[in-house]
């Protein structure tokens, strides 16, 4: 540790060789300025001093390029900094090892305790915990929908990023009782197209509910959501899969040319629906293998157990049968 003191930001300046870069736009980078402005900067971040040509001296930033910028766009006139004396090489050693041990706090640990704030805290609201962590309320809403997951694996698979939060957050709207059925397609399918999905699901369920009807699963129904962009733009420019579409379909007028080019903006056009027809079966074909497996190791895990029981029952019974002749 070097010299820790307060310095102006505008005497700061970054450097020019970063690991990181900053995305102004994230929610967790949004958070962080929020949580600034309202609760200050706690801590302190590494600067070594230069000097210019003619004498003139600046601090390099050398670890909390987030935090620097975040007090910036937060309005704050001065940052604490750690002022230490690095060499080119020793700098950059200094970057990596600052990264390399980070340790993230993994999203269900989160949850767990804003949950544990709110419990110990019966009268605050989730707004007032959004203000006083520097979160807004939607954040808020959201890791603490993450109780909702039904499953430990699910959990797990959520805190190793296999499951992203946008899925995460989608799949623990569904009923407990269906979420094991959607966790494959959490883990596969980007949030453009789970996110629709398990929406369509939720609305079903709503309207089979308000009118009565059991609301089990239903087989195959196709999910509206948009293309990527790039692939708007690349069939926009240079006209491919539209004509094709219209050609094997048997589209010969505008208005079916252009309800044909509307669903497959969509995901919606026969072959679209196909693709997710066939990824359906191949989610339901591994759903039932896995289960399979399942019941197999279970049947066998039973049988030697079974075995190992017969086993003892005899070899207790021949032990008895020598005893009783011993005795006789």
């Known amino acids: 540790m070097g010299e820790l003191k307060k310095v102006k930001l505008s ?38 001093e230069r000097f210019e040509e003619d004498g003139t001296s600046y601090y390099e930033l050398i670890d909390g390029l987030h935090r620097f910028n975040a007090s910036k766009d937060a309005g704050r ?16 050693e200094a970057q990596i090892m600052a990264n390399i041990h980070k340790i993230e706090t993994k999203p269900i640990e989160y949850t767990r305790q804003l949950k544990r704030i709110l419990t110990r805290n019966p ?22 929908s993450l109780n909702k997951l039904a499953s430990e694996q699910a959990r797990e698979l959520v805190d190793e990023g296999k499951i992203g939060l946008s899925n995460a957050y989608a799949l623990a709207k569904l009923p407990p009782e269906e979420q094991a059925d959607w966790l494959d397609r959490a883990v596969t399918l980007p949030p453009d197209e789970f996110i629709p999905q398990t929406t369509e699901r939720l609305k079903q369920i709503r309207e089979d509910r308000k009118a009565g009807r059991d609301s089990s699963p239903a087989e195959f129904v196709a999910t509206a959501h948009l293309q990527k962009l790039v692939a708007l733009k690349d069939e926009y420019s240079t006209p491919q899969i539209g004509p094709s579409l219209c050609q094997r379909n048997g589209v010969t007028t505008a208005a079916g ?25 191949e989610r339901v074909a591994q759903r039932e293998e896995k289960k399979r497996q399942v019941a197999a190791v279970r049947a066998s895990k039973k049988a030697d157990k079974l075995a190992k029981e017969l086993d003892e029952a005899t070899s207790k019974a021949a032990e008895a049968q020598a005893a009783a002749v011993s005795v006789s």
Do not use: C
Request: glycine share 6%; hydrophobic share 40%.
């Open 11 to 48: 005497d700061i300046r970054e450097n020019d060789v970063a690991l990181r870069t900053v995305n102004r736009e994230s929610e967790e980078y949004q958070g962080l300025v929020e949580s600034i402005r309202s609760k200050g900067f706690i801590g302190a971040i590494s600067v070594r």
């Open 77 to 92: 006139a001065d940052i604490n900094v750690d002022v230490v004396d690095l060499n080119e090489d020793q700098v950059l």
């Open 123 to 144: 009268l605050m609201t989730e707004s007032e915990l959004a203000v006083k962590l520097g979160k807004s309320q939607s954040w808020i809403s959201g890791r603490l």
């Open 257 to 281: 040319g252009f309800a044909m080019g509307v669903a497959w903006a969509l995901h919606m056009d026969p072959d679209s629906v196909e693709i997710q027809r066939e990824k359906d079966a």
